[in-house]
């Protein structure tokens, strides 16, 4: 049973991002697949809100990603200015830091000017203990 006090927003009334906070990985899991509809940013020409759906594929070798904590790192983006190919990397970047895990971020922007874009960023993990 994972500690509570371990958590930094999980339990409390945290609301904006500081981390990403782990658990240990229960045992036989392989895959986690974190997806979603309220990511949204601005972008950073013409400041106007880009909404995107997003998949977030890890392989956990020691860690999982505790969910309030992800939700706040998405949430986050509100109010930065990126394009979806920053936000790819971002994302996966600090997935990736949190767990060591092989991870897969794809972001689909919603169409605007008639074109949708999706980015894909891969980082490789790093081999169990």
Do not use: W
Not at 17 to 33: G, K, S, W
Not at 84 to 101: C, F, M, W, Y
């Amino acid at each position: 049973m994972p500690n509570p006090d371990a958590f930094t927003a999980l339990g409390k009334h945290q609301t904006t991002f500081t981390n990403l906070d782990v658990f240990d990985r229960p045992e036989h899991v392989v895959e986690v697949i974190l997806t979603g509809e309220e990511l949204t940013a601005f972008c950073p020409i013409t400041h106007q809100p880009d909404f995107y759906r997003y998949e977030v594929r890890y392989r956990p070798v020691t860690s999982c990603i505790e969910s309030k904590t992800f939700k706040l790192l998405i949430g986050s983006f509100r109010d930065q200015a990126a394009f979806a190919e920053t936000l790819a990397s971002d994302i996966a970047q600090l997935v990736h830091e949190a767990t060591g895990a092989a991870t897969d971020v794809t972001l689909t922007q919603q169409v605007r000017g008639g074109v949708s874009i999706t980015a894909k960023a891969s980082i490789p993990g790093t081999q169990a203990p």
